[in-house]
């Protein structure tokens, strides 16, 4: 089958091994965020479709059989698309989303909707801040005088950013034991993250130095049903 395979995760990446392994063709795409991208196995192409009816059209004339959205659980608006294009044009969608956090025994989690709220919260919580919300997110927190940022992404936030910022520009996966170093080096007082799901090494740390974290829920899921593993999504492609 030709899947076009809507990414920029690492779960993208190893389902893009998985199909291309199972025989299929492969055509990953990324957003182009990012300037040096990991490249999944396949094909790849770079940048947005235009929208709905962009999408729509890149499905005709590519005539891809199946249409996968592997992208981030906060990529919200390519996932709209990915349904709304799937449904106009009749190709069937799966979506893979990995499962979010959930706080165990011991841990000091404060839920919030969005990086607005998340923004209001957090000088009640702690004055230095480890901020892994991506550099898209750094903005919001960028009127907090009071606080301290240690803010790791992959490419550099851009402005308005926090007046007492250092950035860490770094590319996962990370250990416990690394993140739990930083995190004493920095004198971290609170985690501030989104609900990504996956690699838990961070809350893993915080969890381990009893500090609090503040975790932006994720947008609402879509109204289809999800797969949780790229492994799931292979099999549903046999
Ligand atoms: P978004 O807000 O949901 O999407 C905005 C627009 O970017 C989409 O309408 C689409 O443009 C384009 N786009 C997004 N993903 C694309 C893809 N895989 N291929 C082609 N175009 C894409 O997305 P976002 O939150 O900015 O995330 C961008 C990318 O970064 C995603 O692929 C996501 O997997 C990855 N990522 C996001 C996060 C995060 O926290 N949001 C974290 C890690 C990785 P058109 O309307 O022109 O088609």
Redesign the pocket.
Known sequence: MRVLL????AE?RQLAGLLVADGHTVIT???G?TSTPLLPPGEVRI?????VD??VAYLRDSRVDVLVDA??P??????E?AVAAGRASGVPLKILRRPGWTAGPGDEWHRVASLTAAATLLPRLGRRVFLTT?R?GIAAFAHLDECWFLARSVEPPGTPAPRHLSVLLDRGPFTMDAERRLMLDHRIDVLLT?D?GGSDAKLAAARALTLPVLMINRPPPPPVPLFPTPYAIALALR
């Open positions: 809507l990414g920029g995760t993208a795409s990324l957003a965020r940048g947005g479709f235009g929208g962009g999408l992208t981030h906060f990529a919200a608006t390519m996932t698309h991506g898209q989104k990504s």
